[in-house]
């Protein structure tokens, strides 16, 4: 197994065919297994295209993608689904919950797409929800939870199918301070228990917590830093 | 938590939208099980007066209709056409077993059209295997007085020894036959003679019902009919097809009513499936940014229309039911159809009416969910998520 759970290589992304975006340009990075990474840079430079290339949420337009040492990038598109039900862990800023479901039941859909995973669903979303600290919001919609709360949500859906890698889209972009300050102690507990963290953020205070942290102007890798 | 859920739970998320959709539907389903089984049930009644009618051969008027034959099968009133010799005639006849006139006049009791037929007591007796139930039946055929049919006598309450009174005179109802299942329950009958007596007629009959010993020689028979009189002499088969002939365009005129109504409906679902992908998709794309392939998509979708169907289909059946048995009082008004307002004709609850409903129902819907559903499981994650 390799060391990188990770890997990209020359990765390009261009949006539209009148008027081309370069969205990305060549852009090889390595994530080591059970690290937490930060990506940061200024917005609209690329970052959450990256992410989004390594969540196989989308395609690249040339250029590799490895996830635990399988390539990606010429997957078919069941094939990308099973990826990303198997190896990855959203969260969204947005949270992107469904409001008609309950908070278990949000947790439950993720779990039904894994094929070896829908016993005890019901069961294992209370688990998760324990760990982000919501058993008592299990049968409650995602319209009677604070911001903080339905973030504890997403991450609880993110580890529905116990995946090494969660991806998190500024997700405590959107959160106040004391709510920010409890995700992320959640966020760095669930690393601790072994999880690969990559974290799209503009705050440098996460940013320092980083032991790794890639940095992205105009689409380009401007540097990595190590801890 | 299912795909079936998902799609029950968002199926019902928009309430307005989700009823009048399904209104759509039960409308249009009700519609076809109304139509289709009125339809139907005419045939079906029709065929049973025909094998009721117990004639291999009718010998009517020179006016020869598919009115007329629907007439004949009905025992409603018919112009008298046929002179009563000709009866004699044609009971004379080799092979023919019997020749028997009928009169039948329009007449009312208590306000209330019903049909007197005049006959030749004996032969009508032994023609249609009459029991009395109460009463002596006509001893002569110049008896002043009528039998009449148990429909007759429990609708208007009336027993042996009460007098109708027809243009003007008084006749005691000398029997009540047992019910008979026919049309022969909702009838009063009279002696022939008696009958022209009364409604001032002359010598002829409304159409003469004949049975012969040898039916595969039936040509032959008609052949020596026709040679009697100048008349109009079919077969009950004839007769029979005449008058579905009739009823069959009738029934495509209605099950081509019925199937605009579920062209609407169907339409009405495709809109609401294609208004629900734009709606959702960033839930779309949230499905499969947590691992949802295009096909569990395709599923959900489909899965929505097709609840749509079921539950259309069986709302749709029991408005169907309701509506047919309110609308028969009204269609009754219609000579020619008039037997559908007959309550026993209105749709009957069968298991296979409903499953053949709820399985057009299902089909209509999922056809209707196809390209919806197809839309909807071409999204990509990104693509969905992006355009919220």
Known sequence: MSDFVIETENLEKVYGNKERTHALRGISIKVPRGSFCCIVGPSGHGKSTLLQLIGALDKPTSGRVSIDGVDISSLSDNKLSEVRSKKIGFVFQFFNLLENLTVKENIQTAMMFSKDNKKDTGKRALGLLGVVGL????????????GGQLQRVAIARALANDPPI?????????????????????????????????????????????????????????????? | MNTFKLALKNMVRRRGRFVFTLLGITIGMASFVALLSMGNNLRSEVTRQAD????????????DCPFIHRAVLAGEQLPESVPREVVARIAGIDGITAAVPYLTLGASIQQTPITLIGILPDEMKAHRGWGVGNGTFFESELERSVVIGSGIASRFELSVGMKLTFRGLDFPIAAILNETGSNDDISVFMPLSIAQETFGLDDYVSFIAVTVDDVINIERYIAAIMDIANLSVSTDEELLSSVLLILGSLNITLQLIAGVALVAAAFGIINTMLTAIYERRREIGILRAVGGKS???????ILESGLYGFLGGLFGFAVGFVVSRAAAPLIQQNEFVSVLG????????SAALLFTVLGLSVLIAVISGLYPAWRASRLTPMEAIRNV
Do not use: W
């Open chain 2, 342 to 349: 007959n309550p026993d004709t209105a749709v009957v609850f």
């Open chain 2, 295 to 301: 096909g569990v998509i395709f599923r959900i979708f």
């Open chain 1, 135 to 146: 058993s008592d919001k299990a049968n409650s919609k995602p319209s009677e939870l604070s």
């Open chain 1, 166 to 227: 969660l991806l998190m889209d500024e997700p405590t972009g959107n959160l106040d301070t004391e709510s920010e300050k409890d995700v992320m102690e959640h966020i760095i507990n669930i690393h601790k228990a072994g999880k690969t963290i990559v974290f799209v953020t503009h705050s440098n205070e996460i940013a320092d917590r980083a032991e790794l942290l890639f940095e992205i102007r105009d689409g380009k890798l401007k540097a990595d830093y190590a801890e």
């Open chain 2, 52 to 63: 009721e009618l117990g004639a291999d051969i009718i010998v009517m008027g020179r006016v």
